[in-house]
C-alpha cells in the first residue's frame, strides 16, 4: 500500500522558508506512470495547487507561486520536497504531498495526511 | 487561470435521499484526445481529499455506486442516490486541462 508522509517544521518565521519533504513508501517515486504534487489549504479554506515534478526533475508550478516555490525530487531517498520562499501568514496552510497519474493529471490517487505550517513571529 | 464554480456551497441533506452539486468551468475542459478532465474529490472531516470520479463520469476505485458524475464542456453534476452519514464532507470539483490546476470552491454536505 502506497502511504506519503509529509515532514516539516510546523512554524516558519515570516520572511523565512518553508521547507517541506514528502517521503514515499510502499512504491516507488521513479516511474513513469506518476507525478508527484503539492498541495496546500489554508485553514477553513479551499485547495490551491502549488506545483507537480516527475522523478526525471521536470516541475511544473503554479505561476501565482512561481517566483517563490521550489519542488525537488531525491529518487535515492524516495522523496520529493518542496521550499516556499519569503513566507507571509498568508502562507499558514495545511500543505499536503500527492501522487498524479500520468495519464490524467487530475487523477490524484493518493495524499498524505496533510502538514499544518503556521507562519508566525 | 480556469474558473471554477459549485452550486450550491452547502446541502443538508436527510439520509435516503438524493443530492446534487453542480461544477461549472470558466472554459471547456473538453481536450483534444475527447477526454474530459474533470474531476470530483470529497475531504471528509479531518482527512485528506479522496478522489471520487475522475474525467466526468468514472468511479474511481472502491467508491460506491450510489455516487455517479455527469457533464460536458463546462458544465458538470455531482449526483449521490441515496446520501449515508459517511458521506459528509466537503465536496470539490477539479480541473486538469490547463495549469495551474483549479479546484472549485467546495460544496459542504451534511446531513439533517
Known amino acids: 500500500q502506497l502511504q506519503l508522509q509529509e515532514s516539516g517544521p510546523g512554524l516558519v518565521k515570516p520572511s523565512e522558508t518553508l521547507s517541506l519533504t514528502c517521503t514515499v513508501s510502499?512504491?516507488?517515486?521513479?516511474?513513469?506512470?506518476?507525478?508527484w504534487g503539492w498541495i496546500r489549504q489554508p485553514p477553513g479554506k479551499g485547495l490551491e495547487w502549488i506545483g507537480t515534478?516527475?522523478?526525471?526533475?521536470?516541475?511544473y508550478y503554479n505561476p501565482s507561486l512561481k517566483s517563490r516555490v521550489t519542488i525537488s525530487v531525491d529518487t535515492s531517498k524516495n522523496q520529493f520536497s518542496l521550499k516556499v520562499r519569503s513566507v507571509t501568514a498568508a502562507d499558514t496552510a495545511v500543505y499536503y504531498c500527492?501522487?498524479?497519474?500520468?495519464?490524467?493529471?487530475?487523477?490524484?490517487?493518493?495524499w498524505g495526511q496533510g502538514t499544518l505550517v503556521t507562519v508566525s513571529s | 487561470d480556469i474558473v471554477m464554480t459549485q452550486t450550491p456551497l452547502s446541502l443538508s441533506v436527510t439520509p435516503g435521499q438524493p443530492a446534487s452539486i453542480s461544477c461549472k468551468s470558466s472554459q471547456s475542459l473538453l481536450q483534444s484526445d475527447g477526454k474530459t478532465l474533470l474531476y470530483w474529490y470529497l475531504q471528509k472531516p479531518g482527512q485528506p481529499p479522496q478522489l471520487l470520479i475522475y474525467e466526468v463520469s468514472n468511479r474511481f476505485s472502491g467508491v460506491p455506486d450510489r455516487f455517479s458524475g455527469s457533464g460536458s464542456g463546462t458544465d458538470f453534476t455531482l449526483k449521490i442516490s441515496r446520501v449515508e452519514a459517511e458521506d459528509v464532507g466537503v465536496y470539490y470539483c477539479m480541473q486538469s486541462i490547463q495549469l495551474p490546476f483549479t479546484f472549485g470552491p467546495g460544496t459542504k454536505v451534511d446531513i439533517k
Open positions: 500527492a501522487r498524479h497519474v500520468s495519464s490524467g493529471w487530475g487523477l490524484i490517487d493518493y
Open positions: 515534478i516527475f522523478y526525471s526533475g521536470s516541475t
Open positions: 510502499g512504491g516507488s517515486i521513479s516511474s513513469n506512470s506518476y507525478y
